[in-house]
C-alpha cells in the first residue's frame, strides 16, 4: 500500500490497459475516491514494438521518484471516480490464457482494466482493498 497526496494511503494497480484504442492506465483506490490516470494510446504498430511496456516502466519510475502526485501531474488524462457513485468492483486473478482485469461498475458505466503488470500480485492487492474499501459501502468481488 502506497501513500501519497498528503499522507493518504492508496492502492495502486499499475499497467493496465483499456479500452477499442487500447490506454495504459494506472488505477489508485485512495481512501476518498478511485483515480484513473491515463498516460497513453496505442494503434497496432506501436504496441508490436512494445511502446507501451517502455512507457509503463516510465510510470513506474516516476512513482517510485515522485509518488502519485507526480503521477498526476504528468497524466494525459485524471478521472476522479467518487466512491458514492461506484456499483462494483471486482478484482480477477489470473484464469488459464486470461489476463488479470479489475472491473469498474459505476451508476453511469462500467469499465475494465486488463492488469499486463509482471509484478502483479493478486493476494496483496486483494488485501491492500480490504483494508482501504473496508468502510465503504460498496459491492466488492474478488475471483
Excluded: C
Excluded at 509484478?119 to 460498496?138: H, P, R
Aim: charged share 35%; hydrophobic share 40%.
Amino acid at each position: 500500500m502506497g501513500s501519497g497526496m498528503g499522507g493518504q494511503r492508496h492502492v495502486w494497480i499499475h499497467f493496465t490497459m483499456a479500452g477499442t484504442v487500447l490506454r495504459l492506465k494506472d488505477i489508485f483506490l485512495t481512501e476518498d475516491e478511485i483515480l484513473i490516470l491515463t498516460f497513453n494510446w496505442y494503434s497496432l504498430f506501436p504496441l508490436i514494438f512494445g511502446l507501451h511496456r517502455r512507457d509503463a516502466r516510465r510510470v513506474k519510475e516516476l512513482y517510485r521518484t515522485h509518488g502519485l502526485e507526480g503521477l498526476m501531474k504528468t497524466a494525459k488524462k485524471v478521472e476522479r471516480i467518487p466512491y458514492d457513485s461506484v456499483v462494483r468492483l471486482r478484482l480477477v486473478g489470473r484464469k488459464k490464457a486470461m489476463r488479470p482485469y479489475f472491473e469498474i461498475i459505476t451508476d453511469k458505466k462500467r469499465e475494465v482494466f486488463r492488469i499486463h503488470d509482471k509484478e502483479y500480485d493478486y493476494d496483496s492487492v486483494k488485501t491492500q482493498m480490504e483494508k482501504i474499501l473496508k468502510d465503504k459501502k460498496i459491492e466488492v468481488v474478488f475471483e
